[in-house]
């Protein structure tokens, strides 16, 4: 999928649309985020990926307005900007797609989408909003067969999708995508990857929060890793393989996820006993044996590292 | 897929997915209301049918149920008890409750009876003071449940005792005060009428109020490009409406005619029903009642919907504690109590409204009361005691409660909760 979107600018001639340089937050005595720099591109779809706890909720929670952050500068388009508030964020042009979707299954699609910002003055405008929610879905070749149809009735791809409609309502700059595919199966899963094409396409800079290597692998331009709250490494996609990212994110190249994979080679067949290696329980064979535990999702409530 | 011959690109805008069932002509419109309704999405259709068998049961029981002199009567018993079941309906619509709806038609009636008698107010001044009480006791509600985040049935709980001790105070040693018979609201609930022509000349009016704005809509969506329901089941369903509304009118216009304050109730419930629909307010209280985290990330202010429907909700109370108190020309210390709790909330559920929050409308205030009314009406008629009635009217809301939650996991199985 990925050749077929051409024309995409490569991300060293554009400027990027939203810096950070040197964010950091704590929540008490933990420092969740520390001088953590990210910049994101129009038309660049740039991974956020880490470990549980490696500070990526926190850091959407900052761009998404929700928390503030301690220090440090953020930019949009090259002016430094504050972002005190849900609103201020998406009056900025930020948009952001939480992973509970947070839609109203008992509305129509059509208003799920213009929730809170109705067309029409005193009485809202139905048929605007209507033709302009069928103009967003074709753009992004979504697959809804009515947007009269209760959000209740819709498929979990299809939901995901109304869900990132609706944050491009107001055109903004900057989608953010928090675990787009974690409850996917893999149609749909196929289908959302598509639809990140498609807001490439559309010149939006999307920051794809997830644990799934191979979604970071089919969409992403760009791989940032972060680690225990500070930056890991930056990664053009083109460049890297995912052994060495899946190192930045365990912060070891002997790691049980490479261990995992070269046991797998050896012994095809699924081991019994693949719950402990006799590597995990001698310190000082593996740099961070403790915290190198790969899962498939994490709560979206972690903030601590 | 289709299941017409077009090609898809014949079809409106916003019919053009191919997998969508095509519903063209009537047809198409009772095919589609048929698998609407095997769906759950069943509307007030088994009001409608549950409201035919009870007439016809206490039609078969006593055959001067039905009579017009009778029906008059049960027109205007619905007019307070409507009002304040119309306030239910949006509390329910954002999933919390008002127990103590009851309690403030019983403390508005007081200040009516104290008003106009002892105090000397005027009729408009002790209006305005009781509806304006209302007010301030649902800001206090809305302030508590959204402030400290109080249950809102613990909040009105509260609020049920605290009006009903004020009342007994507003009473004093009164037990009852009689309204002076020939002030304007007794008058209002007791002897007004709409005139036979112009009840006629209404019933006209509405229907023609409801094919213009239907061909209105039609005009904008085709303007859009989107599709438009079928002209043919518009004139069907007005001509419907219309011989219904004339021939209730004529039915009526043979005793005494439309009572106003009916009138009142139907205007409200209209008005009530246009503003849910219509403005941005009335989609954020659906919002709320369907998911309150989204509503909150879509930028809606939450305490704002809150405050408006407490507010509203006992605004309406208060002013349904005056219709009631004109209709006996009395205030009482039981004024408020007993049933008029359960009928309003009872009413609101009968008539369709989830208790669930986010589904239901204005309507099925005024459907509910009128079933629960003719149950109360027809029980009266049989010679049964309040006893009895209560018991039935407990078991009516029984079944609609159980068939709200069964058109609710219907809805979940056909994927339309």
Redesign the interface.
């Known amino acids: 999928m990925q050749q077929t979107v051409a024309g995409v600018p490569t991300q060293a001639q554009t400027q990027p649309v939203l810096t950070l340089r040197g964010v950091s937050k704590s929540f008490g005595a933990v420092r969740a985020l520390s001088n953590v720099d990210l910049d994101l591109r129009r038309g660049e779809v740039t991974a956020l990926l880490g470990d549980n706890g490696a500070g990526k909720s926190t850091l959407v929670k900052i761009l998404a307005g929700v928390h503030a952050a301690d220090s440090g500068v953020i930019e949009f388009d090259g002016k430094p900007i504050s972002i005190s508030s849900?609103?201020a964020a998406?009056d900025l042009g930020i948009a952001t797609v939480?992973q509970?979707l947070?839609?109203?299954?008992?509305?129509d699609v059509v208003?799920?989408l213009f929730?809170?910002?109705?067309h029409?003055r005193?009485?809202?405008s139905e048929?605007?909003m209507?033709?302009r929610a069928?103009d967003l879905l074709r753009q992004l070749s979504a697959?809804?067969?009515?947007?009269?149809?209760?959000v209740?009735?819709?498929s979990g791809g299809q939901r995901q999708t109304v869900a990132i409609a609706r944050s491009l309502v107001g055109e903004p700059s900057v989608v953010i995508l928090d675990e787009p595919t974690a409850a996917l199966g893999v149609e749909q899963t196929a289908e959302v990857l598509n639809l990140i094409e498609k807001l490439r396409a559309r010149g939006h800079a999307v920051m794809l929060i997830t644990h799934n290597m191979a979604d970071v692998d089919a969409v992403a331009d760009t791989a940032v890793v972060l680690r225990l709250g500070r930056n890991n490494g930056v990664f053009p996609l083109s460049e890297v393989t995912p052994e060495q990212i899946v190192a930045a994110i365990t912060g070891a190249t002997d790691n049980t996820v490479t261990r995992r994979a070269a046991r797998g080679r050896r012994r095809p067949a699924a081991s019994p006993d693949a719950g402990v290696e006799p590597a995990d329980l001698e310190p000082g064979t593996t740099k961070h044996s403790t915290v190198s535990t790969p899962t498939n999702s994490e709560p979206t409530g972690e903030t601590t590292p | 897929m289709s299941q017409t011959s077009a090609t898809p690109g014949t079809h409106p805008l916003d019919r053009q997915d191919e997998r969508l069932i095509q519903h063209t002509g009537v047809a198409g419109a009772i095919g589609g209301f048929l698998s609407r309704v095997r769906a759950g999405d069943i509307g007030s259709l088994p009001i409608i049918v549950g409201l035919i068998l009870i007439w016809g049961i206490i039609q078969g029981l006593n055959s001067s149920f039905l009579s017009s002199r009778n029906l008059v009567n049960l027109a205007t018993q619905c007019a307070a008890d409507g009002v304040i079941a119309v306030g239910v309906v949006l509390v329910l619509l954002v999933a919390q409750i008002d127990l103590s709806v009851g309690s403030m038609s019983g403390a508005s009636s007081a200040v009516l009876g104290i008003g106009l008698t002892s105090a000397g107010w005027s009729l408009p001044e002790a209006i305005v003071i009781a509806v304006a009480m209302g007010a301030l006791v649902g800001l206090i509600y809305a302030f508590i449940f959204v402030r400290f985040n109080v249950p809102s049935f613990v909040v009105t709980l509260a609020g049920l005792l605290a009006l009903l001790g004020l009342q007994l105070e507003i009473l004093g040693n009164h037990g009852s005060i009689n309204l002076p018979f020939n002030s304007a609201i007794v008058a209002f609930m007791q002897r007004a009428f709409v005139p036979d022509v112009l009840s006629y000349v209404l019933a006209l009016l509405a229907v023609a109020f409801f094919i213009g704005s239907r061909l209105a809509r039609a005009r904008r969506r085709r303007a859009a490009n989107l599709s438009t329901g079928s002209l043919v089941s518009l004139y069907v369903k007005a001509t419907l409406l219309l011989i219904g509304l004339e021939f209730g009118c004529w039915y009526l216009n043979k005793t005494r005619g439309v009572s106003l304050p009916f009138m009142l109730l139907v205007v409200l419930v209209m008005i009530v029903d246009f503003f849910l629909k219509r403005t941005k307010w009335g989609r954020a209280v659906y919002a709320v009642g369907g998911s309150v985290e989204a509503a909150r990330r879509a930028g809606i202010k939450l305490w704002r919907v809150y405050v408006s429907v407490f507010v509203l909700c006992s605004m309406l109370a208060a002013l349904g504690g005056l219709m009631s108190a004109g209709r006996l020309s009395a205030a009482s210390i039981s004024s408020g109590t007993g049933d008029t709790n359960l009928n309003a909330i009872a009413a609101a559920v009968i008539g369709g409204t989830s208790l669930f929050g986010g589904r239901g409308n204005a309507y099925s205030a005024l459907l509910g009361i009128v079933v629960i009314e003719s149950i109360a009406n027809g029980l009266t008629l049989l010679s049964l005691t309040s006893a009895v009635r209560f018991m039935i009217t407990g078991g009516v809301l029984m079944v609609a409660v159980i068939v709200d939650s069964m058109a609710r996991r219907s809805r979940a199985a056909h994927g339309a909760a």
């Open positions: 849900p609103t998406r939480y509970d947070a839609l109203c299954d008992n509305l208003a799920n929730l809170g910002r109705e029409g005193l009485l809202m048929e605007a209507e033709e069928l697959k809804i067969p009515s947007v009269r149809t209760p209740a009735a819709l």
